[in-house]
Every structure is written in C-alpha cells, then in structure tokens.
C-alpha cells in the first residue's frame, strides 16, 4: 500500500463523516445561504479541524459561490486547498547533524510512547543509520519490557534501568553508551505524564538538563506524542507540555481509528508547531512522514 493510500485508509472514518455531511448541506442548499453555511462550519468544528481552520474554508467557499455561482465551485477542492494551506513550511522530519541526535519522546499516559520510540528507530534504522533505545520509562515495568521486545524483534539496543530506577541515570547511561557505539539517533523513551502535574513536568525538565551535560544542546528534538482519538484534548496538552519543555514537533498516533483527524490542523495552526509523523496502523512501518497535501487530499476525498 502506497503512502497516499495509507493516508485515505487511516483517515477513512474522519473523510467519510465530513464528505457526508458536507455533501448533505451542499446539496441541500445549491445557493448556500447564510444557515447553511453555519451549518457547514458547525460540520468542520465538528471534526476537531479548530475555528481557525474552519472559519478559512467557509471564507474560501462563500468568496467562490459569489464569484463562480455554485455550478464552478468545488467545495471539497476548495477545503483541500485551504488546508494544505495551513501548512506552509516544509517539514523536516528529525534534526540531523554531523554526531549523535538525541530525541525524547513525551506526552500523557496512553498515547503510545513506547511503540513510537521503536518504531522510529525502525524508520530510521531502515534509511541507513545507526539507532538506540533508551527506556525511561521506569514506573511502568512493563514499559521497559514492552521497549526491549520491540528492541529484539527490530535489533535496536535498548540500555535500560532496573523498575523504579531514575529516569534521568537511565538517560544519563544511554547517552554515553550512544556516544561510545557511535550511534546516530537516540530515541528517549520516557513515563507518561499528566500535564497538569508540576512535579512529574519538573521531573522531565531534569532529565532533560541531565542529557544536556552529557551532549551539549541536546535533546535535539522533543517529540510530543498526541493520541488522535482524543480529539481537542491533544491541543491543551500540547499547550501545557510546550510551555514547560519547548517542543520541536508532534507525532500523532491512532489516527486510523478516529473520526477525530482534523486535530492535526487544530494543533498546527494554533502552536505552529510541525507534524513530524503519523501514526496509520500496528505495524513497524505505519509511521509516516507527515504530508500536508496527501493528508488534505485523504481528509475531503468527495
């Protein structure tokens, strides 16, 4: 299955319930009056796409209906556009540079941290270099055996400490052992964490101190890991996480089981910050590279 179409399966129940919907109004309404219109934007909020993005489309569509009539304006096209157009800086997927890249990955609890971290290193152990995992996560025990298994079955080393450890020794350890073996990338597995909570953020802050010791400006990129199917829940934990650990990007998992997808706009085009990769499956190599326009295609397919 190709990229573009791994977007259109993963996003098939949020397409599908906007290409209804809007399909239902437009059809209804071929002048789109001023009711319908609302009714239409209460469709776009209602897929999690933010008011933001939702109030740029209806814009776009009301401009085309007065200038084309409804027989030259395609409102599916028009949404695509404006959504792509949301995006408007290229995305880099990871930082790159001549040594080690050290990227941790945070978030809530649930959100698929552990699975990411390895499927990262997969990604980018299968592009040539040479990858690690760190596991952090030392309050769940079976977060440290859920990172070695995925270590085995991808042949990543994972360095990792006993239960209940210090995350910031285990990370501390796993950038000198990165360091020694000359590693190119080091995934940081670490606990989840509400938010809201200040001492478990502070912990974060210190693991991340401790890291830069060890490597100088690292960690090089921090990776907020978002849930999909928790709609505009993720926009507040974005805020939170991103005031008190500056974040370099966003990966968005599960958002083949959710009618929730527009929250990748919602996100971006509030805290500009870039939606690095995509979580479309199970598998190790259903992490992709975000694509602004093969997303808006997948999302207002009519």
Known sequence: MGLVDKFKAGLRATQEKLSHEISRIVSGSPKLDQESLEELEFV?????????????????????????????????????QEIAGVFNQPVVELHCGNGL??????????TGKTTTSAKLAHRFQMNGGKTMLAACDTFRAAA?????????????????????????????????????????YLFIDTAG????????????????RVVDKQEPGAPHEVLL????TTGMNALSQAREFHRVVPLTGLV?????????GGMVVAIH??????????????????????????????????
């Open 101 to 110: 890249t050290i990227v941790s990955l945070v978030g809530v609890n649930g």
């Open 144 to 184: 440290v055996e859920q990172l070695k298994q995925w270590g085995q079955r991808l042949d990543v080393p994972v360095i990792a400490g006993s239960y209940g450890a210090d995350p910031a020794s285990v990370a501390h350890d796993a950038v000198i052992a990165a360091l020694a073996r000359k590693a190119d």
């Open 44 to 80: 776009l909020v209602g897929a999690d796409l933010g008011m933001g993005a939702a109030q740029r489309i209806i814009s776009a569509i009301k401009e085309g209906y007065e200038s084309q009539g409804s027989g030259g304006v395609n409102v599916f096209s028009l949404a695509r």
């Open 269 to 302: 085009d509030e805290l500009k910050l870039p939606i690095k990769f995509v979580g479309l499956g199970e598998q190790a190599d259903d992490l992709q590279p975000f694509d602004p326009t093969q997303f808006a295609e997948a999302l207002f397919a009519d």
């Open 193 to 208: 964490r509400l938010h809201t909570k200040n001492n478990l953020m502070a912990e974060l802050e210190k693991l991340h």
């Open 225 to 228: 890991i978002v849930d999909a």
């Open 252 to 260: 968005v998992t599960k958002l083949d089981g959710t009618s929730k």
